[in-house]
């Protein structure tokens, strides 16, 4: 599928550091939109679309204020900005800590990677146990884009248990109970996000999940070596 | 072994809560001494034995600054009082939030209990690979409570590998390589606790030990029938 791809003007600080496009199919009737695939469910589910714009675009930056513990959520692509590129922006790298810094620059991703992550969330949204029935026409955008929808197919992409929709509504002590997860925690694209457990996403930290499977792996066998 | 058990004054706020005592064995000569076994690693590695003895008697509290956060770090045993007691202490419950009012109550243990996790990790302590020498009359003192020491033999409590002495000085990102950790998170006493590693730590989160382990089993045998 080929999109519009005309400019989406924006107010944004950042207006700068990548264009906005259209993503509807090129040739498409009405407006342009940058996130028609999210349209259906900013209506029927408003928080999870934002969860998924959000996810797919900005960094998680800092959960606290401080500081020196660095913006809390900037775009992505922004990260991909050099040092004095972001001194422009009113964002002075060398103020941060080392460990803000690479934490920073670990989430960066290019503008067109974080519209297909958020496209490919929002496929894998409808496969969820629950979950709202998609448009046909949204439906279709999505096959053209990652293939057949299959319903109650989507899994932890760690823990391989089926997602029930509704876990996005339950929070456990003010954390959503589902959180976007990268297979290889370095790399912001489609091929590489799904959806997990908040528990399986802390389980798994910085490892990939290849990593975090031998290390489990290491774990099981010494205990049962141990007994 | 007996203590000593004489009452040491302290001008702490929480007094009350707790008599302090002398753990020196029972007839010592010198001084009272509430952590008699801490005196060598006080000297050769005193941010260790700062750990130990924070470990075993606080509670975490919250590791941020904010109004409804709750108090950071408090004294394991004043935890047990009731709501009433408490307010006498300062401390208002009933402006806390749920899950930081489940959290503080959660990290709960009397005095006594506190002291042989303290001295139990000691124990731990002297067994780990690059760990100081003890002085004889330490280690007969540990040995005492807790059986023979045997040289590099403190395993990380949930991962099973041995832990390094030098991991006490390793913090990657302002977190210490090396955590307190309780194969029951719920029971804090001389039985449940021991070292592990960060990251395990993390991992294992609420659940038990046996709850981990079968945990991860699941995850395991889950991905291994996809493959």
Not at 33 to 43: I, S
Not at 48 to 60: F, L, P, W, Y
Not at 96 to 113: F, H, W
């Amino acid at each position: 599928m080929k999109f519009c791809n005309k400019i989406i003007t924006t107010r944004s600080q950042y207006a700068g550091a990548a264009q906005h496009k259209c993503h509807c199919p090129k040739g498409h009737s009405g407006e342009c939109n940058e996130f028609p695939f999210l349209e259906h469910l900013k209506t029927v589910a408003p928080s999870v679309a934002n969860k998924i714009k959000r996810d797919a675009t900005m960094t998680t930056g800092a959960a606290w204020k401080s500081e020196n513990a660095g913006p809390n959520r900037i775009l992505r692509w922004v990260m991909m900005l050099d040092d004095e590129d972001l001194l422009e922006y009113g964002l002075d790298m060398s103020k941060l800590k080392p460990g803000v810094i690479a934490k920073l620059r670990e989430k960066a991703a290019d503008y067109d990677s974080c519209i297909l992550v958020a496209a490919k969330l929002t496929w894998l949204v409808y496969q969820m146990e629950n979950a709202p029935i998609p448009p046909t026409e949204i439906r279709k955008y999505l096959e053209n884009l990652f293939g057949e929808m299959e319903p109650n197919s989507t899994l932890c992409v760690i823990c391989k248990l089926p997602l029930d929709f509704n876990l996005f509504n339950l929070a456990v002590r003010g954390k959503a109970a589902i959180e976007t997860c990268h297979k290889n925690p370095r790399m912001h694209n489609s091929d590489n996000v799904g959806f997990g457990h908040r528990e399986c996403n802390i389980a798994q930290g910085n490892k990939s999940l290849d990593e975090f499977y031998s290390w489990i792996n290491g774990i099981i066998s010494r205990v049962n070596s141990e007994s």
